[in-house]
């Protein structure tokens, strides 16, 4: 059986499978700022050679909510010169597609738009960078797929209940029912797993003879103890997920033993954060599917931009010196400056016959001076290599060693420096630094009306969105909202009103009304936006684009593009609180003035904004190893008789699915060259 006839089997999917693109990470910077836009050419050459049937994406396409003009002209540029051609299209979808596809006015995969010319149909869902914002809820992936480039799907609009349907494709005698979920806040779709909440639906037909490819943009590793998704929460009917969000290249696929599925983390193509998690090796994914059987290879990515970290304890050099030997911080520097100098040599010989490498690597050497060591200047030391290495203004970084933690019952004396270390703050996101600090706070100026959920919400749009009536909007509402509770109630003195207001906050913490008042106050600090006068529209529309005129190399200190794998990375600076001008038509707020007055008098100031209305809203498979060629013509949008396939709710309590008949086998080569690709298949045992 001949290598080209296996892959070219009229029964087999070849899947192109990448993750966390980050289009426009950096584009500003004057050597940086090609990097995610080379590595998208590079995935979609990849589709292209080797003739894949479709490319999914898990996520985060763009690395900005907004993406500049230069941006997504180029992506849209990318995608029409790869991605649209005569080549027909070899398989079907049998799904209901207006369901699959639920935010365009054009319900039916692009390949199927007899006004287009579709070759390679991509498939993503949205991450926690691009994801909806608006009243609207539309997204840069919604622009995408009005324009017919490509299919968004796993949008799931409802905070109560998500119903997961899958879109069925086959191609020959292989069916493949692909489900997906776009990026939910972990802690509320941690949640509704637990309250059983996410339903996986599956075709009433033939169960047994799909095979089941989930992809989902969420949090793997535990960074809280509901801030992740558990594998154990995704239903044992799955046969493999493709986990984007996590930046880690761990592409080869890891076998769940308890639900007996694979889970492959092809990372992100681009490294946003000098972190060990990014140094790793990029790679995407080609998935072939035949019947029950799969087969991953991985493609190594040749754009990407070399990345080198190494940590270093100087405690641990006390044969060279100890912070009492004369001149050490010099001695210091000289030793810190010989380890870059070896990780640059590195560099240089892993880049020698690799032309497609950039030149310039990212050094980030981490250095512990923990033990009476003295920190030297990084500026004067990183201009050292600022033409050899490609973030000259964050070679080093010193950092101390995590110190016990202090017992903080003193809530008087609580120092915060101590509590927010460089080495805590790696990586953390805006709200987990906003519970942190109402955690460790005084008792005094602990939150009465809003919850620690809230209130970090609310920050986050501010910092990510650039929403900046969000924080204002939820304390109006949250204000509006217990005063009415309490004029239910009837309560009247300062004592019965603070013990009131307590127990009211207390009821709403980690429940659905929390999750309804957020996003109520949010569509109307969003509405409000869109309400204002044109140079509002022009900063915030979901049309109008960030301009690219800036004349500094880099990007300003105060956005901190990146922090953290996986996170949002998009801090925008201080999270300042400023009064609105008074031309925006409304009457003046008296929650952003409480600040020095009791709650008694806040709630005498009766509110003089009219209330707005809002919604809450193994057997091996035989393949035909003849040379024949089969005609295969483009199909065309199906009929709504033929999409009607019903579904059943999967119960993993009461359904178990035999999977003697799954295999699977990776190809761990980088070379393109590959055999039988289902050679070797191991068998997956039954389901106990």
């Known amino acids: 059986m001949s290598s080209e006839n296996t892959m070219d089997d009229e029964d087999t999917f ?10 426009g990470y950096l584009e500003k910077d004057a050597i940086r700022g090609n990097d995610s836009y080379n590595t998208l050419k590079e995935i979609l050459e990849y589709a292209k050679k080797h003739q894949v049937d479709l490319i999914l994406l898990g996520g985060d396409l763009f690395h900005e909510n907004k993406p500049s003009r230069r941006c ?27 369901v699959n596809f639920n935010t365009t006015k054009f319900p039916w995969a692009n390949y199927q738009d007899e006004n287009l010319n579709i070759s390679i149909p991509v498939f993503s869902i949205h991450g926690n960078h691009d994801d909806p914002t608006g009243a609207e809820g539309l997204c840069a992936l919604d622009l995408l797929g009005a324009s017919g480039l490509i299919n968004h799907f796993g949008h799931s609009t409802s905070v109560e209940k ?16 692909l489900y997906g979920l776009g990026s939910i806040p972990d802690e509320r779709l941690y949640r509704m797993f637990v309250n059983n909440q996410v339903t996986m639906l599956r075709p009433k037909e033939d169960q047994d003879e799909w095979f089941n490819l989930f992809t989902l943009h969420q949090n793997r590793s535990k960074h809280g103890p509901t801030n992740y998704i558990p594998e154990q929460f995704l239903d044992d009917f799955i046969d493999l997920v493709v986990w984007g969000h996590e930046h880690e290249c761990l592409i080869a696929p890891s076998r769940n033993e308890q639900q007996l599925f694979y889970v492959t983390q092809p990372g992100s193509s681009v490294a946003t954060s000098l972190s060990p998690g990014e140094a790793t090796k990029k790679h995407i994914g080609l998935l072939r599917v035949n019947g029950r059987k799969m087969n991953l290879q991985k493609l190594p990515l040749k754009t990407v931009r070399q990345f080198f970290i190494q940590d270093v304890v100087l405690a641990d050099y006390q044969d060279m010196f100890t912070p009492h030997t004369p001149h050490v911080t010099k001695k210091v520097e000289e030793f810190c400056y010989a380890k870059v100098n070896e990780m640059l040599e590195e560099a240089e010989r892993e880049r020698l016959g690799c032309p497609m490498v950039p030149e310039k690597p990212l050094i980030r050497l981490r250095v512990d001076y923990s033990g009476g060591f003295e920190a030297f200047n990084t500026s004067r030391f990183s201009q050292k290599f600022v033409d050899r290495v490609a973030n000259p203004k964050d070679v080093i970084h010193f950092l101390r060693r995590r110190e016990q933690k202090e017992n903080i019952k003193d809530e008087v004396n609580v120092d915060y420096n101590k509590l927010v270390k460089n080495t805590a703050t790696e990586g953390l996101r805006v709200e987990d630094l906003v519970k942190k600090y109402f955690e460790a706070t005084e008792q005094t100026v602990q939150l009465s009306l809003l919850t620690e959920q809230g209130m970090g919400k609310a920050i986050q749009e501010f910092v990510d969105k650039d929403e900046k009536d969000a924080i204002e909007e939820l304390i109006s509402y949250q204000l509006e909202k217990t005063q009415r509770h309490l004029l239910a109630r009837g309560v009247t003195t300062e004592q019965d009103i603070d013990a009131e207001i307590k127990v009211f906050r207390e009821s709403k913490k980690n429940t659905t009304e929390e999750e309804s008042d957020i996003k109520e106050a949010l569509s109307r600090a969003k509405a409000h936006r869109m309400e204002r006068g044109p140079e509002d529209r022009m900063s915030d529309g979901d049309v109008a684009m960030d301009s690219d ?21 998009r801090g925008r600076g201080a999270t300042t609180t400023e009064s609105k001008p008074a031309s925006r038509g409304r009457g003046q707020k008296s929650a952003p003035s409480t600040q020095s007055r009791s709650i008694m008098q806040a709630f005498q100031a009766t509110s003089q904004r009219s209330s707005r209305s809002g919604s809450f809203p193994t057997e091996d498979i035989t393949i035909d190893d003849s040379d024949e060629d089969f005609p295969v013509t483009k199909t065309t949008r199906l009929t709504s008789k033929a999409a009607s396939t019903s579904f059943a709710k999967y119960s993993s309590q009461s359904q178990r699915q035999s999977q003697s008949s799954k295999g699977f086998f990776y190809d761990n080569s980088d070379d393109d060259d590959d055999d039988n690709p289902f050679k070797g298949s191991s068998r997956r045992g039954k389901k106990t």
């Open 14 to 23: 070849k899947i192109l499978i990448a993750t966390d693109v980050h289009l």
């Open 72 to 98: 997504l002209h180029s992506c849209i540029t990318m995608l029409r010169h790869y991605c649209m051609g005569d080549t027909p299209i070899q398989f079907n979808i049998l799904s209901d597609q207006t």
């Open 162 to 177: 998500i119903e997961i349907s899958p879109i069925l494709m086959q191609k020959g005698k292989t069916k493949l029912a």
């Open 549 to 569: 005129d800036s004349s500094s190399p880099f990007p300003q200190p105060t956005r901190g593009r990146g922090r953290g794998r996986g996170g949002r990375g």
